[in-house]
């Protein structure tokens, strides 16, 4: 009977799942991927290059303050002025030496990066996720030119340019490396000077590139960040190796020191924020001038700015401009589809500017062919809104006039390649509204059916199985009706309708006509909601919903989710000053109060998207740029490891379940699971403090795997083992009593005493929704643990002040009967509580409360917030699938938690009587709980897709609405699957069990 349950919350699953695909196919489409090449034979599409050959210095997460003179004040003794040798030649060789800030588009990752290195060209929202996956580049690169014109390309370091150019690099010189174990600091920089320095020794060495990517700064800065000693170690360790490449470099080579990105100030990137944008580049010539002593360049073809925090201007580029300025300096034509301008300075190699009038030429032309060619393409109609500007532009291009008037020329071009780029930036989000619209249509009706089924299972009570079956056939028949009428649409319309396929076609169709099925099908029964429920219930919802209109209380969402769910304990509140008696008064009230200060503690854990700044501060972590625990957190995890399982038991002490499986799993098995946890961390903290020393990295390494280990396997293979086939938290005894009366001499009665009964259903699911709370609990940071502690304590307190309100609305029903006398028997007593329906406003405190979790662990709707540590929870090295899924369990495993706990709301302090009906009554409430939480996530979903596809043309649009719809559409999932885990795993087994410990009872005492 479970599974009709089951079957509702999967079809619900699938809607939203349908919803969600049609919606982000058309609002996160991938630009479109030109494969045309540059050729040009006679080389009238190059330049001569002053150099011929080049070494390419890579220093993954090179901030430019890293190398600038002039670094923000007070400037960090750990990473600023330690890579010194840049600014010094800058400084005495001038016209050799050139530095400069160069913007990284974000997502600032390191395979998206070395696409617009290479290519000139930009990404989109989503390219982060091909970091992980990175496919070999198909576009046109400074490397594809480079092996058309038979040039030998020599590579060592991050094994990503292996990835995305296969086939490139000379097999005898290639030596990549492995490039996610952020842990390793120096195997990846001691590989790359291996094979570096001999390459450059061996004059006769056949390379004519090399390439060389070092690993460990970024490395330290996701593993201990920027203002610690490892870094200033790793910093002098790359000047060294700069100085003596410098020696070993000949005079026809040209050097070129750079970083793919910057990182943030706890060592961090991946986002769009100053620090991780801004990355160091750095030109070296020992031979001919890179730009002419009396050079006179015009200040409109020299952008400066402010680094964040610094006080002098330094010059500043885009970091594609780096594609066509390479291959032209190398005597190589431009990538075809790239859309940067080539650097003055490195072209102003006499007064006048003709080689560098050459190389804007042909720049301006190239960015030109591509855009026409890009507007002949089936993507090209995104650029439609903006050809005519420009056009407009482009024919204020004179290509004779440098005869006549150089600066007016070099103007214009560059005026036109910059706008190129501007409108290319703004439009290569392309969007397709038809899809849009069925997604949202498909959110929508899947909604408001959700809604429907939620009510209907309300009110049908006990009868609701047999509704659910009904309501099963006709949606699965709507489902395959609607694909066929998709499949009727697709035939007729698709020629009208641009982007949509065969496949959105049937998804929409069964999705939508299925949803309309389940409508109707509720409908005539549906009877509206008291008015009395409604103006109390949807409030906190319908204002968390619309907080996503406005881009300000998005990027503070944190802190109006506290509010939301501090105000949420209110009708609790005042339910308790009414309550009838004294003890139920005393419950509710402080029960209440313990949910809001565990609330209000696990708002102390903040970290900060970049939008907040400067009125937020990190307290997740030690600071902003200190990415180890608090030492206030660091001294309670071991108690508050051991302080949680004791507390869970004194909550089910009180109506006295904390027997069987309980007894084994509160008091040894979760403080074991949870101990490893934390001692996991802890000896992180000290792995990567070096608070031994280095000797001990090794020792400790291992020794913190195996805690990590042992506690996942602990709790899956010991502590689910345990549950499922013990799952019960009973314990039962009997005793058989003479009887005194001279009828029955001889004989007795049989008594049994189950402690444990008034609360059957909620403790054994209360050890199944632990054991994956010590699951999670290694995955998440010390600081994060002890948030998980409050928000398990706030669950609890949570439950009894519903059980309680339940009691109160108990008697007051028994008062309104006309018979209280008899309801109030207490034999009787445990009979009302089952006949109290749950009501949505007790399950949105749960939900807001998985909001206000995922948050209070260290996370935002910001890619800088993902705690990329947890990846090497298990393995030392990158493990896949392993490694992405620690991460995937980090980020998301607190809100599957808490949806996980939606059931109980149905099954605490619920006695099994009478059976069976109290079965199919407790299913229908855990059923209904589930239905509760998933609706509140599918409006915040629904509310955060409208907004971001009402303002898809808002400034903000990819830096805060669209990562807001994304997190909410993964956040809906993941609630999906772990109410459809809860309900088909927990609910199932324990209901299960208890039907047949009565039924076993039952036959013993008969």
Not at 104 to 114: A, E, F, I, K, V
Not at 824 to 844: D, G, H, K, T, Y
Not at 933 to 946: D, E, K
């Amino acid at each position: 009977m479970a599974s009709k349950g089951n079957s509702i919350l999967l079809w619900v699953f699938f809607v939203h799942l349908a919803g969600i695909y049609l919606y982000t196919r058309g609002f996160l489409l991938t630009r479109l991927s030109l494969s045309d090449t540059t050729t040009c034979p006679d080389g009238s599409c190059t330049i001569t290059p002053l150099h011929k050959r080049a070494v390419v210095l890579v220093i993954d997460a090179l901030r430019f303050d890293f190398l600038s003179p002039h670094p923000p004040e007070p400037a960090s003794p750990y990473h600023h002025n330690v890579l010194v040798l840049p600014q010094e030649l800058t400084a005495t060789q001038p016209t050799r030496s050139l530095l400069f800030e160069m913007f990284s588009d974000p997502p600032t990752t390191t395979l998206q990066r070395l696409k617009g290195i290479t290519t000139g060209s930009l990404p989109t929202f989503i390219d982060m996720g091909s970091n992980f996956g990175g496919s070999s580049i198909t576009e046109d690169s400074f490397i594809g030119q480079l092996r058309l014109a038979g040039k030998k390309i020599a590579f060592m370091g991050d094994d990503t340019w292996t990835t995305v150019f296969p086939d490139s690099f000379e097999p005898n010189m290639t030596f990549p490396y492995d490039s996610f174990n952020v842990e390793d600091l120096h195997t990846v920089d001691e590989g790359v000077i291996d094979h570096l320095f001999p390459l450059l020794q061996d004059k006769s060495a056949p390379w004519d590139v090399i390439i060389g990517h070092f690993l460990g700064v970024d490395h330290v800065g996701h593993r201990v960040g920027p203002d610690h000693s490892t870094m200033k170690a790793k910093l002098t360790q790359m000047d060294a190796v700069v100085r003596r490449v410098i020696d070993l470099l000949d005079d026809e080579t040209l050097l070129i020191l750079m970083g793919d990105h910057g990182m943030d100030r706890k060592g961090d990137h991946g986002g769009d924020g100053d620090h991780e944008t801004s990355a160091a580049l750095w030109l070296y010539s020992k031979g001919p001038q890179l730009v002419h002593p009396k050079a006179s360049i015009p200040e409109f073809l020299l952008t400066s700015r402010l680094f964040p925090g610094a006080t002098i201007k330094h010059r500043h580029i885009q970091q594609i401009d780096l594609a066509p300025t390479l291959s032209l300096a190398l005597g190589l034509p431009i990538p075809f589809n790239n859309l940067g301008t080539v650097i003055p300075e490195l072209f102003w190699h006499d007064k006048s500017g003709k080689d560098y009038s050459r190389a804007l030429t042909l720049n301006a032309k190239q960015v030109n062919r591509y855009l026409e060619t890009y507007r002949a393409s089936p993507s090209g109609g995104e650029l439609e809104n903006a050809w005519g500007e420009l056009e407009t532009v482009w024919r204020t291009v004179d290509f004779e006039a440098h005869t006549t008037d150089s600066e007016a020329q070099w103007l214009a071009m560059t005026m036109y390649t910059r706008f190129a780029l501007a409108a290319c930036r703004q439009l290569w989000a392309q969007f397709n509204v038809s899809l849009i619209v069925l997604g949202l249509v498909v959110l929508v009706t899947s909604t408001v059916a959700a809604t429907f089924i939620y009510f209907r299972v309300g009110a049908l009570k006990d009868e609701w199985e047999s509704w659910a079956s009904e309501v099963t056939r006709s949606y699965v028949s709507g489902a395959a009706g609607g694909a066929l009428l998709g499949f009727v649409g697709y035939m007729t319309v698709s020629c009208y309708v641009k982007g949509v396929g065969l496949s959105e076609s049937l998804l929409f169709g069964a999705s939508f006509v299925s949803s309309l099925v389940v409508i109707f099908s509720a409908l005539p029964s549906f009877s509206i909601p008291s008015v009395r429920s409604l103006t109390s219930i949807p409030l906190p919802l319908i204002l968390h919903a619309a907080a996503f209109a406005s881009n300000s209380f998005t990027v503070w969402e944190d802190r109006v989710v506290n509010y939301l769910l501090i105000s949420s304990v209110i009708p609790s509140v005042l339910v308790g000053f009414s309550a009838p008696t004294a003890r139920l008064r005393y419950r509710i009230l402080g029960f209440s109060a313990l949910f809001a200060v565990c609330v209000r503690l696990m708002a102390v854990s903040t970290v900060c998207r970049e939008e907040q700044q400067p009125f937020c501060h990190v307290t997740f972590f030690a600071s902003s740029s200190l990415p180890s625990p608090p030492l206030p957190v660091l001294l309670l995890s071991v108690p508050v490891a051991l302080a949680l399982p004791y507390t869970m038991r004194r909550f089910l002490r009180i109506s006295k379940s904390d027997r069987g499986t309980a007894a084994l799993v509160f008091p040894f098995i979760l403080p074991t699971v949870l101990l490893l946890g934390s001692a996991f961390w802890i000896l992180e903290h000290f792995d990567s403090s070096e608070v031994f020393g280095p000797d001990w990295a090794g020792t400790l390494r291992l020794a913190r795997t195996w805690c990590a280990r042992l506690a996942m396997a602990s709790a899956v293979f010991l502590g689910y083992a345990l549950w499922y086939l013990v799952p019960l938290c009973l314990e039962i005894s009997s005793e058989t009593k003479a009887q005194t009366n001279s009828t029955a001499q001889g004989r007795g009665t049989r008594e049994v005493t189950v402690l444990g009964f008034a609360n059957a259903y909620g403790a054994p699911y209360l050890v199944f929704w632990c054991l994956f709370l010590g699951l999670l609990y290694p995955a998440t940071q010390l600081s994060g643990q002890a948030v998980l502690s409050l928000a398990a304590i706030a669950v609890l307190a949570h439950l009894e002040v519903i059980d309680t309100i339940r009691d109160v609305r108990g008697l007051e029903a028994v008062f309104a009967s006309n018979n209280p006398s008899a309801l109030l028997q207490p034999e009787n007593m445990a009979l009302r509580a089952p006949s109290v329906p749950l009501r949505f406003a007790e399950i949105a405190p749960l939900a807001i409360l998985a909001v206000h979790t995922f948050f209070a662990t260290g996370h935002q709707a910001a890619i800088p917030s993902i705690q990329w540590k947890t990846a090497f929870v298990l393995t030392p090295t990158l493990t896949y699938p392993l490694s992405p899924l620690l991460v995937i369990l980090n980020t998301f495993g607190p809100t599957f938690l808490i949806a996980l706990a939606s059931p109980l709301l149905a099954l605490w302090n619920v006695a099994p009587l009478p059976q069976p009906e109290a079965d199919v009554k407790v299913r229908g409430d855990a059923v209904r709980a589930s239905l509760g939480i998933m609706l509140y996530h599918a409006t915040l979903l629904l509310s955060s897709a409208t907004c971001a596809a009402w303002l898809r043309r808002h400034l903000m649009v990819w830096k805060i609405f669209a990562p807001r719809f994304m997190l909410a559409a993964i956040t809906m999932l993941v609630v999906d699957l772990a109410v459809l885990f809860g309900v088909a795993v927990g609910v199932a087994r324990v209901s299960d069990r208890v039907s047949r410990l009565f039924a076993a009872m039952t036959s013993r005492t008969k």
